[in-house]
C-alpha cells in the first residue's frame, strides 16, 4: 500500500530564513502532488498542485519541487514570517482512481521573530 | 459565498448512540468527501460522492454510512457510536480532486 512520510518533529526556524518541509512516498508514483496548510482547529487550506511531468513549482513565496526518482516533494517558503507558523500536509493522488487522494501526518513549522 | 460549512461544531456522544453530521458547499462542486483526522495520522477518506445520486467506500469506511441529499450537501452519519471514532471529521468538496479539496471547519467528536 501507498505510505507518505512527513516528518513529524516540528520544524523551528528564525523569521526571514527558508524553510523547508519534505514529503516522502514509497510504492507507486502519483499523477499529482498536492500541499495544504492547516491551522488549529481549522479545516486544511489548499496551497499548490505540482505533476508528475513538473520539475518545480511557484506561487509567491512558496516553491515546490517533485524528484519523481527520489520520490520526493520539497516544500519551500522563501523569507518565512510568524503567520507562516501552521502545520503542512502533503498529499498524493494516483492515476487509475477519481478519488485517490492520499494525505500525508503533516509537519508543524514554527517561525520565531 | 461561505464555501464548505459543516454542523454540529463540537459533539460528545455515549458509545451505542447515533448521529447525522451535515455539511454543506455553495460552489456548486460535483465531488464531496468525509474525512477523519486523528493525531499523527494522514486525513483518512470514509467515503466520497463523485457526483450528485452517487456515493462511494474511502478507506475508513466502516461504522459509518452517508447520503448524498443533493448537489449542496452530503451527510455524515454514525448509526452507533463506538470510542474508536472519537475524532475531528471534516467534509470537503471540488470539481476535480486533482485540483484541490476546499475543506470545512471541521466536527469534534468525542464518544465516551
Known amino acids: 500500500s501507498q505510505k507518505i512520510e512527513q516528518n513529524s518533529e516540528a520544524l523551528n526556524i528564525q523569521e526571514g530564513k527558508t524553510a523547508t518541509l519534505t514529503c516522502n512516498y514509497t510504492n507507486y508514483s502519483p499523477a499529482y502532488l498536492q500541499w495544504y496548510r492547516q491551522d488549529p482547529g481549522r479545516g486544511p487550506v489548499f496551497l499548490l498542485l505540482i505533476r508528475e511531468n513538473e520539475k518545480e513549482k511557484r506561487k509567491e513565496r512558496l516553491k515546490v519541487t517533485f524528484d519523481t526518482t527520489l520520490k520526493q516533494s520539497l516544500f519551500h517558503i522563501t523569507a518565512s514570517q510568524p503567520a507562516d507558523s501552521a502545520t503542512y500536509l502533503c498529499a498524493l493522488s494516483f492515476s487509475g482512481g477519481y478519488n485517490k487522494l492520499i494525505f500525508g501526518a503533516g509537519t508543524r513549522l514554527a517561525v520565531h521573530p | 459565498n461561505a464555501g464548505v460549512t459543516q454542523t454540529p461544531k463540537f459533539q460528545v456522544l455515549k458509545t451505542g448512540q447515533s448521529m447525522t453530521l451535515q455539511c454543506a458547499q455553495d460552489m456548486n462542486h460535483n465531488s464531496m468527501y468525509w474525512y477523519r483526522q486523528d493525531p499523527g495520522m494522514g486525513l483518512r477518506l470514509i467515503y466520497y460522492s463523485a457526483s450528485e445520486g452517487t456515493t462511494d467506500k474511502g478507506e475508513v469506511p466502516n461504522g459509518y454510512n452517508v447520503s448524498r441529499l443533493n448537489k449542496r450537501e452530503f451527510s455524515l452519519r454514525l448509526e452507533s457510536a463506538a470510542p474508536s471514532q472519537t475524532s475531528v471529521y471534516f467534509c470537503?468538496?471540488?470539481?476535480?480532486?486533482?485540483?484541490?479539496?476546499?475543506f470545512g471547519p471541521g466536527t469534534r467528536l468525542l464518544v465516551l
Open positions: 470537503a468538496s471540488s470539481d476535480n480532486p486533482r485540483e484541490g479539496l476546499y
